[in-house]
């Protein structure tokens, strides 16, 4: 037996032989052994045929790879990797290799990119970027408004705007626009589109969109693309090319603005690198903190944020006479993958923000009836405001029901424009836009195609007897003006409100101390020509020193401000006053005598009894009407808000325009659009300080002046042909080396005698602050709003000002 064993032993190794042709036993544990074995290659088979993707959370079960670009893709099938681009895109490791491999097919096309994509960006060119950026296919939807459905272009097709403008299902995109069908649009959707709505699946997403082709391109040369919301690859966003990053963006901070060809020279609606302090200008890079405030989501990694408002701004300034809805926009959201789906969905809550804020639809734009900047849910607000048509324009587009109540019995307040001198429009009140860029007073006058004049700034100073002072002398005072408030400026750095003092007693207290210790002595032509300066700070104060807050005179300039031109608009501001007005419910005559809030909606009582029953008030009325009780509230105003508006001024300035026989001053001030009168005495300053020729073109013979501070107080008892009188004296010692005429029309302005009015502008009294504008501007249980230029802390004392805090009021409206 023994024998016998061994012999089949032996048999069994053999290696002449195959064991597979030999009738071996097997006994029960081997038979088990194998089984177990043959189980586990059942599991390698079934992990090689089906690996699931590795980044946690991904919803893709069964990944397919969208890339097809080695011979060997895995398809919908085994690859030794998935890499996650998003829950319902990703490419295998074969096609990974493609190109990434230097050896293969896809090498070259891979370093190309990386190349131009190192050239011009600031983010890694990784496999994974260049894939979302040239191999994603593109995603696009059906503008069939009964259909709507998102399809998946062929990876070859590149999507453009005009092809996002009229894709219908099926439509076939290569050299064609037939459609395969009437009824494509029944197919069904993508089971993935669905999932991108779902608020985790931005989470998931490895890469931000950066958008190709976006209109904010040549806007933004200056910045990395990929840091505004820009593909590098893309040619219109390429920067200087053959130069390092460092090179091109010191040499692009070199260039002050950015100007597209065709658009608006006051429209820089983005910072650029160098660039600072610049008013209703947003960082392209940066996410303001109303932004984050708005879109927490967007805190960690704000690219499709700052794409999409980035987007939307260039969108606006190129094109702002026509209302920019989430239809214009969308079509110019290039970006491959998936994720142009959501940004498309995101669109409408930056544009609708944008809106709120002020940043777009704005000015004067034509809405129909049936067109809303915002969605339904705020259009069954009811809102009456009264006394200023600037604040309710903007809000009469975003609530459909608006009364304005206007105590008047002409619209515009303090804009008053004087249209009966011959061939020129002379504003009784403002006419001057100070600093234009991305001023909306620019921005009304592009939409309404109104030309804008630039005031030069050549303006001699000319003494009584008619002599022209030296421009040398004018440069020492304006510099040793200039210095005095610069100490000034130093001094409040550590003053509390309490330490306060007059402006003009500081400036007094320094310019003695400055003669004591320097042992100058000015000439009395010289202390004349000071005085022309004080007279300037006085009617940019709208008040005699005396009373204007040395700490907080000017508040206002620690926040950016209006840059570029001073401009003169010579039509008026009336004619945006008129145009803005159009449409708008308007109620003359209609005095508001008083405010009840204390029940669930809001009673307005205007002087002939009449009650107006609301859900919201915009209170717009002066600050000198509001420090006179003329309105009644109930319940009555807080301590606090009664405080702040007391604490502030109310300014007076008077105006005297006069209409010649002909332009008698031309050959003196030769071309210049302004020319200022030397004071004799201080007595004397601020009486027809500076002198406007109102008609640039010169053909009319208008000239008009001002009349501030003390001097104010000296016309207020005269009657206009008093005021005429001394006007003309002043005339005749400035020219009078020759005959002036007299006029044949004039007027004078008595905006201080006013009942509904009663001042020209606000500025902070001493002992007052900044503050008090925004305390002003606080609404009350979301009921009663305030707007106007006394409840604008960045802009007081204009008609921009105005403006936009009636576009800031509408938001806060809007919001509630």
């Keep these: 037996m023994s024998t016998g064993r061994l012999r089949t032993k032996k048999k069994a190794c053999s290696s002449d032989q195959s064991p597979d042709n030999l009738p071996v036993r097997s006994s029960g544990r081997q038979v088990k052994k194998k089984a177990a074995e043959a189980a586990d290659d059942d599991d390698e088979a079934s992990e090689k045929k089906y690996r699931k993707c590795e980044k946690a959370g991904c919803t893709a079960t069964c990944p397919v790879c969208f890339a097809s670009a080695a011979e060997r893709c895995a398809k919908n099938g085994y690859t030794s990797r998935w890499y996650h681009l998003s829950c319902g895109e990703h490419f295998c490791n074969e096609c990974f290799d493609y190109y990434y491999r230097s050896h293969k097919d896809g090498y070259e096309k891979y370093t190309a990119w990386k190349r131009i994509w190192t050239s011009n960006g600031k983010s890694e060119p ?148 160098n660039e600072c302090g610049k008013a209703l200008c947003v960082r392209p890079d940066v996410m303001e903190l109303d932004e984050l405030y708005e879109f927490p989501e967007y805190s960690r990694d704000p690219t499709m944020y700052l794409a999409l408002r980035n987007l939307i701004l260039a969108l606006w300034y190129t094109n702002c006479k026509e209302a920019l809805t989430p239809q214009k926009c969308i079509h110019h959201i290039i970006v491959r993958g998936l994720v142009r789906i959501r940004c498309v969905q995101e669109m409408e809550r930056v544009l609708y923000f944008m809106t709120r804020k002020g940043l777009i639809n704005t000015g004067i734009l034509s809405v129909s009836p ?79 195609g109104i030309k804008m004049h630039k005031l030069g700034e050549k303006c ?17 005072m304006d510099f040793h003006f200039n210095a005095i408030l610069d100490v000034v400026s130093e001094w409040r750095k550590d003053k509390t409100q309490h330490q306060d003092v007059p402006l003009g007693e500081k400036i007094q207290e320094i310019y003695k101390a400055f003669i004591q210790e320097s042992g100058i002595q000015f000439s009395e032509l010289e202390e004349k020509v000071l005085q022309f300066h004080l007279s300037n700070l006085e009617y940019a104060c709208g008040s005699n020193l005396s009373q204007v807050s040395a700490r907080s005179w000017d508040h206002n300039e620690f926040f950016a401000q209006f840059a570029g031109d001073h401009t003169l608009l010579t039509v008026g501001y009336s004619t945006v006053i008129d145009k803005l007005a159009e449409g708008l419910d308007i109620r003359l005559n209609f005095p508001v005598q008083s405010i009840d809030y204390s029940g669930e909606e809001v009673q307005v009582t205007t002087a002939d009894g009449t009650v107006w029953t609301t859900q919201k008030v915009l209170v717009t009325v002066p600050l000198a009407l509001l420090q006179k009780n003329a309105i009644q509230f109930n319940p009555p105003l807080s301590e606090k808000k009664i405080k702040a508006i007391n604490s502030l001024g109310a300014g007076v300035i008077e105006k005297i325009a006069l209409q010649f026989p002909y332009r008698f001053w031309d050959s003196k001030i030769q071309g210049a659009d302004f020319f200022g009168h030397v004071p004799p005495n201080s007595s004397q300053r601020g009486l027809f300080s500076v002198f406007y020729d109102m008609d640039p073109e010169g053909k009319e013979s208008i000239l008009m002046s001002v009349v501030t501070g003390d001097a104010v107080t000296t016309i207020k008892n005269l009657d206009d042909q008093q005021v005429l009188q001394q006007c003309m004296t002043v005339l005749r010692e400035l020219f009078k080396e020759q005959e002036v005429p007299d006029p044949v029309k004039f007027f004078v302005t008595r905006w201080s005698n006013d009942p509904w009015l009663q001042m020209a502008y606000s500025f902070v009294k001493t002992g007052g602050s900044g503050e008090a504008y925004d305390m002003i501007a606080e609404d009350i249980q979301g009921k009663v709003f305030f707007a106007g230029e006394a409840t604008n802390r960045h802009f007081p004392q204009t008609v921009t000002g105005a403006y936009l805090s009636g576009v800031r009021e509408a938001s806060k409206i809007a919001a509630f």
């Design 126 to 273: 990784s496999p994974k970027a260049f894939m979302a950026d040239q191999q994603l296919p593109y995603w696009v939807q059906c503008t069939k408004p009964e259909c709507g459905k998102w399809r998946q272009l062929t990876k070859e097709i590149q999507l453009t705007p005009q092809i996002a403008k009229t894709y219908r299902c099926g439509m076939k995109l290569n050299n064609s626009t037939k459609t395969e069908g009437s009824d494509q649009c029944s197919m069904p959707e993508d089971l993935r589109v669905a999932e991108v709505s779902d608020h985790w699946w931005y989470s998931m997403l490895i890469l931000p969109p950066l958008l190709k082709d976006s209109v904010a391109a040549p806007f933004l040369a200056a910045y990395y693309p990929d840091c505004v919301g820009m593909s590098p690859s893309c040619t219109s966003t390429n920067r200087l090319p053959g130069e390092s990053n460092l090179v091109k963006l010191e040499h692009l901070k070199s260039v002050p603005n950015v100007t597209v060809a065709g658009m608006n020279k006051y429209f820089q609606p983005f910072y650029q690198p």
């Design 370 to 448: 049936d067109q809303y900047l915002l969605p339904k849910e705020y259009h069954n607000v009811s809102c009456y405001m009264f006394s200023r048509i600037k604040s309710c324009h903007l809000l009469s587009c975003i609530l459909p029901q608006v009364i304005v109540l206007e105590a008047k019995d002409r619209i515009g307040g303090r804009v008053w424009d004087d249209k009966t001198f011959t061939g020129v429009t002379v504003g009784r009140g403002a006419q001057i836009v100070n600093g234009c860029v991305n001023n909306p007073m620019a921005l009304m006058c592009e939409q309404l």
């Design 460 to 476: 001699d100073l000319i003494q009584e007897g008619g002599r022209i002072t030296d421009p040398t002398i004018d440069k020492r």
